[in-house]
């Protein structure tokens, strides 16, 4: 049947097609069947028609491939890397390649705010701008797999294929910087040509302001010749400093001890970090510089307030802060983190003024009201949690709301600003913060830090009720 034939709304589409009208976290089209049945439909996008192959059934959803677009949305568009889509042997990287970048902000904008609605009944009063950038050669960061495949008598470096733990055969990734994208199949002649090629299983990617550090994972000790051929590579690619990790990521150490150093820059605040490769740092250092900058202007801290950093990392918020504020304390779960982020502090303290800054390590999964108090009174708090969310941290701040008697002299800061890499967890302690500890939720927004990926990064404001926030 031709489009021109099909009459507008759901019932009046042939037999077998569905309509498409939503996308859901995952990047799959929701659709819906005459009986109702919700259908999720890799490859789909919203207001398309389209036939589905039916791939998993329950009750009342089910799972399905795309067969037939028969009538196209007009946010479609040709992704640029061949290896994206739903052919076997797709990589799995992206999952959003063939729908507009804009498109992706508002689906994502709108999980944020379904989320902290129907999660954790909380409306934002404002919606802030979503915070974008680069849309191609933005990731910094990856881990690639390592394989050989005797089979095919090649050796495989990618990403995994779509929803399979094989490496998908790619020869160019447009995430990646040009650079790095340009060494992938001279990555896999290196590894081919190894004693090792067998016991590589991954290569970790960290770029610097100025360095590619390339992290080889090996299962084995490496022969001599081994290591000639890695040293051969990295003077081939300038940019390129291997790191060596034989274990954990904590045993990773630099192949020669006299390459430049790993750093990035946040420019706005004369701020420079020095990391390792195997350091959490944001995958995207456009957008963090700019995320970065816009939660220390949210934060909006004078130089008379105390800031808590909670969930502070190498500092990446800390520092920041420190240019701004009275007093900073920067708290992490790891002991590690917690030395390199004092590191971090006292070579940027060498450079510049910042306020005067001390870090601690504690479990942030496990907090009660007493040891919030112990940590003394904070003006704003700045929390970035991992995926988990701060739900004791949350916890336990509302726990002293309503029971003033713990508080002694102690008094809750007057602003948060909350920065969250899952929107059901911030939801969830949004949740807590609004309902139980006497906050509002004066603006929440995106942060497009993984385009063409279906990864929600957010930031969301919350003000003391009664205070005025300055």
Not at 115 to 135: A, F, M
Not at 303 to 312: A, K, L
């Amino acid at each position: 049947m031709s489009e021109e034939a099909v009459e507008p709304g759901r019932a009046a589409l042939p037999e077998g097609w569905l309509q498409v009208d939503g996308l859901d976290i995952e990047a799959q089209g929701v659709a819906r069947r005459a009986d109702g049945k919700v259908v999720f439909i890799d490859g789909a996008l919203p207001s398309e028609q389209v036939s589905a192959q039916a791939r998993r059934r329950k009750n009342n959803w089910e799972q399905a491939s795309l067969t037939e677009i028969h009538r196209e949305s007009a946010q479609r568009v040709r992704p640029r890397c061949p290896h994206f889509g739903l052919h076997e042997g797709a990589c799995g990287g992206c999952k959003m390649q063939h729908l507009q970048v804009s498109a992706q902000v508002a689906i994502k904008q709108r999980v944020l705010e379904d989320n902290l609605w129907h999660l954790g009944k909380v409306k934002p009063q404002l919606v802030l701008r979503p915070i974008e950038g680069p849309t191609w050669g933005y990731r910094w960061r990856a881990r690639f797999s390592v394989r050989h495949v005797r089979k095919k008598e090649t050796v495989l470096v990618g990403f995994h294929e779509r929803k399979s733990r094989y490496v998908a055969d790619i020869r160019e990734c447009h995430v990646v910087p040009p650079h790095v994208s340009d060494l992938l199949l001279p990555l896999r002649a290196l590894i081919g040509a190894m004693d090792a090629i067998e016991t590589c299983p991954q290569i970790e990617l960290a770029c610097g302001d100025g360095v590619t550090a390339l992290v080889l994972r090996h299962l084995e000790p490496l022969a001599a010749g081994d290591l000639d051929k890695l040293r051969a590579f990295a003077r081939e690619h300038p940019r390129v400093q291997w790191w060596l990790q034989p274990k954990g990521p904590d045993t990773a150490l630099p192949l020669d001890a006299d390459g430049p150093p790993l750093a990035y820059s946040l420019p706005e605040f004369g701020i420079t970090m020095p990391f390792r490769p195997t350091d959490f740092t944001q995958v995207n250092p456009h957008i963090n510089q700019v995320l970065v900058a816009r939660a220390v202007r949210l934060l909006d801290a004078q130089p008379t307030d105390r800031v808590i950093d909670w969930f502070c990392g190498l500092g990446n918020f800390t520092l920041p802060i420190a240019t701004r504020a009275g007093a900073v304390l920067g708290i992490e779960g790891s002991e590690t983190l917690v030395a390199r982020s004092r590191e971090n502090y006292e070579y940027n303290a060498a450079r510049q003024r910042l306020a005067p800054t001390s870090f601690v390590a504690r479990n942030l999964f496990v907090m009660t009201p007493e040891q919030l108090t112990a940590d003394g009174v904070a003006d704003r708090w700045l929390v970035d949690p991992p995926r988990e969310g701060a739900f004791a941290l949350a916890k336990a701040l509302a726990d002293l709301h309503q029971q003033p008697q713990l508080r002694g002299s102690w008094r809750p800061p007057r602003r948060i600003v909350y920065v969250s890499c899952n929107p059901a967890t911030l939801a969830r302690d949004a949740g807590l913060l609004v309902h139980q500890a006497g906050y509002r939720c004066t603006a929440a927004g995106v942060v497009n830090m993984f385009p063409h990926t279906a990864h929600v990064e957010s930031i969301a404001v919350f003000d003391l009720a009664g205070a005025d926030g300055h």
